[in-house]
């Protein structure tokens, strides 16, 4: 998505293509969302489906638990950083602004970008 936005804030998109970018990313935003949601919702519960489940011991969920939190902790961060990217080329995109403010704020997305198209050329 970062790439799309950036091809199309380079070339002055015309209203129809911006709204479909912009509904795009707004879509994006929700699924991320609720990604997030989910994954604080299971850390901050301590797991709370793991630990409802007849099927397994105090000690075998404790333990599936102490596992399952740092990759989970990783995966919320990670999640929470794709978020704060998709708002923003999200706004971006719904004010159809230069590809310049897209490279101010995301300077790691659009060098990846910069590359990219270096690399076809």
Request: charged share 25%.
């Amino acid at each position: 998505m970062p790439g799309a936005a950036c091809r199309l804030l380079e070339a002055s998109p015309s209203a129809a293509d911006a709204a479909e970018a912009a509904a795009e990313a707004a879509t994006l935003v929700e699924l991320l969302e609720g990604r997030q949601a989910a994954l604080a919702a299971a850390l901050d519960g301590q797991f709370p489906e793991l630990r409802a489940t007849v099927w397994q011991s105090e000690a075998s969920v404790q333990a599936a638990v102490q596992a399952l939190t740092p990759q989970m902790t990783e995966n919320r961060r990670k999640a929470e950083d794709l978020l704060r990217e998709a708002y923003i080329l999200s706004e971006c995109l719904q004010r159809r602004s230069s590809a310049a403010v897209l490279e101010k704020l995301l300077p790691k997305r659009y060098k990846q970008y910069s590359k990219g198209i270096s690399g076809k050329a």
